[in-house]
């Protein structure tokens, strides 16, 4: 049957996939970094321009799997919620550069941390992708 | 591990460049330049090397500190200069070579970037005389074509030259790569109206009276229209290196000088208007474009603004002379820093080089303004430092848009009151500029430090440097490098950005240990800087410094070296505070102290003794580690204004490690018992030197006299009961109460002892790069108190004495 959880979770399940990309461009965008292809200065533009619009998404999804009151959904979603905000209102970084501050970006501990979250970040939305399909497959068939 | 600046010691003989421990000859007072006087370094004169000789006029003299001619192009370590400073009069004109291939055409000369500045410096005469005080203007009008003592803070600009290819340009790339800090006043005397707007005001036709500082016409983008009246010397055929055209006027946009005269004058409404602009007559005055859209600024003329130094001499001279003049009754007491940045950035991309910016005020108009934001009642707060980070992104993210385009930026700071050096110090911090400060600057009522600043900008104007630098700093595989401390932008892991290099900045570097090292004998580390020289030419300099892996924990103790270690503690505690908070980075380094001499004694120590003990080359460091708590950048409890805590930070991640030594933890020594043992003999002179005292007002007694060597700072305290022997035959003082409140410097009597206590504090002074102020202080003098507080072994309010803080430690050791 298709239920409104059904169809969050094939709404997250796009919006996944598109985060995945987001954290692969990270990746990729860190990993240039540190082999020396491309300057601060230059790459921070396209990253920061992706900050919002990922925990826009992320914000997404907890309010529809509140809406749809798949409380384990939400349960995992949320510590990753709080990161943002944090991460958000705290970066280690400028007030207004989110993600990371070209001019100290290349200090060994920063790099070293952004390439971490970026990897983590990846790994939870990959996990959480299939964990969303499973979801969606479990709810259209179950009910 | 610490390199810092260009002296890093390599095995090269020098020996101990930093001993550890206090020495008779106190190691920070050896200047890292000492190794002129080393027989092993042959001067290098490149110079010599090369046949033709740029067909400029004159040999280019590499600086005016070397002293001869074999050493005079010597590119040493450019560590401080070691000999005497030479006599002003020496300086002569350093006139760069004028472009070794004069193409006829505008093209730009590529590659080397010559650098005028070595030419700046005005000749002798005037070399003392950047700012000449008030009662020497010329009556005559100033070079402004609105005549002279007008009470108006803009003169309205000149008939602007017509845009395009009229003459009077000098065509931007004419000038290789000509000195920001003159360019401004290229030949144009730029000058931005009194310090906030930038107008375009339309050049005021024949018939249209000026404009007043009021009846600014917001011009927009649009650059002013043509005037018809304006260059009638217009040669057309004129190459980029013609002289300035006759006749027309030169505009010409300064965004780098700043002045911030005060407000004071008649009212503007008394201001008799401006007789109609006269047609000028041959290019005998700068002159000056006024930009009213400070919020999209641009440059009203795409070329001439920046002109090159030696053909516009004149010009230069005589707006340095009209330029107090200029604003003295201005009625604007608005900075637009951010705006005229912008402006002197896109002056330069073309070319790069170097920005000075001379600040007296926080900039309140336009992008970047700033507020002030230091609240006085929370200098001597015990808790934490608000307000050590920048305020605004704008002034690093410019920086760094300099750093991209090889700009760089040095900031003088000569303001009274708080102007927010968080927030401008970025611009220096990222674009490998350097920061001076003057608090209480007054031409009038501070006479030292005016001389200060003279001495500095001298210093500024005439020493080396190099351009478009990089420098990448590599280690043995199993090392790796991950924090870079000083001025610079790091642009990839191991890569630093220096649009500027110069012989007075420091960098330090904190490694760490990746892999295991059980296979190596000893690890390398290599500096190498690629720079342009300032006679164009691209060099490499390398410095390689390898040290011998060991396994046990004893042999890393007897190696320490603990002025390195305190350097770069300061700088990583710099970067805590910033980040995190002052607390946080005041335990950190405590708990260095305290982690490493606990970790001495349960590795290293077989016999489990009661009390403290420390490695031999570790002793000083709990002192250090105290003198570095009680430094102005971390103390708490006293009342230090921000703007000063934030200088000394900042002076702690820039200067070289010798004077960070010395500014953490100055030298002490008695001067009335000067005497000639062991004195060193220089150049005929005879130095002698004193032992270092103890930091602590045990050592001082009443009737004896104390200098006090704190880097940019000598103190010479008099006490109550000195000797009049000392008084009268140093001080030239007949008893205690004829010695001066104020004075700066010793009268050159003919006494021995006089000339052993100048010669001792010439030698002082004669070492370093900066211009240190000697202050003779009196026991009721109100500078007592700086004096007192560094004697950091005492106790104070708010802080341990060496003492208790030694116990301190010692009961965190034994826990």
Known sequence: ?143 | MSTTGFNSQNGSGRGQAYANGPSQNPVPLQPPGQGYNMPHQIPYNPMQAKAPMPPGPGLYNSGPYQPGPPASSYQGPPGPPMMTRPPMGSLGVHTPPQSSSPSPGPSPIPGPRMSPLQGAPTPPASANSYYPAPPQQQPAPPAWQYGAPRPMGAPPPMATPPLGPMGNHHTASSSPGPPPSAVGYGVAAPVPPPPAFHNATPPPGPGLPPTTVHGYVQRGSAPPPMNPSAPNTYQPGRGPYGPPLPGAPLPGQPPSMRPTPPPTGPPMANATPPPPPRPPEGLSQPQMLIVSDIDDIFLPTPDSLLVNFNECKELVQALLKSLPQMFSKTMETQSALGPALQSAFKLLSPTGGRVSVYQTQLPNVGVGALKSREDPNQRASAKDIQHLSPATDFYKKLALDCSGQQVAVDLFLLSSQYCDLASLGCISRYSAGSVYYYPSYHQEHNPAQVERFQKDLKRYLTRKIGFEAVMRIRCTKGLSIHTFHGNFFVRSTDLLSLPNVNPDAGFAVQMSIEENLVDLQTVSFQAALLYTSSKGERRIRVHTMCLPVVNSLSDIFAGADVQAITGLLASMAVDRSVTASLSDARDAMTNAAIDSLASYRSAVLTVQQPGLLAPACLRLFPLYILALLKQVAFRTGTSTRLDDRVFSMCQLKYQPLAYVMLMIHPALYRLDDLSDEGALNISERTIPQPRLLQLSVEKLTREGAFLLDAGSVLYLWVGRSCSPHFLSKVLGAASYAAVPQVMNSLPELDTAESQRTRAFIGWLKEQRPFFPLLHVIRDESPLKSSFMQNMIEDRTESALSYYEFLLHVQQQVSK
């Not at chain 1, 298709?2 to 996944?16: G, I, N």
């Not at chain 1, 400028?94 to 970026?118: H, I, W």
């Open chain 1, 1 to 143: 049957m298709f239920t409104f959880a059904a169809f969050c979770y094939m709404l997250s399940l796009v919006l996944c996939a598109s985060l995945i990309f987001f954290a692969i461009w990270h990746i990729t965008a860190f990993d240039e970094l540190q082999a020396d292809f491309k300057v601060p200065i230059d790459q921070g533009n396209p990253l920061h321009a992706l900050v919002l619009p990922e925990y826009s998404i992320h914000g997404l999804f907890c309010i529809m799997f509140l809406c749809a009151q798949e409380w384990l959904t939400v349960g995992l979603n949320i510590p990753l919620l709080f990161y943002n905000t944090w991460r958000y209102f705290h970066s280690p970084t400028d007030t207004k550069e989110q993600l990371y501050d070209p001019a100290s970006v290349m200090n060994g501990d920063t790099l070293r941390f952004c390439q971490k979250e970026a990897w983590c970040k990846m790994a939870f939305f990959i996990l959480s992708f299939f964990y969303y399909l499973y979801c969606m497959v479990y709810s259209l068939v179950t009910s």
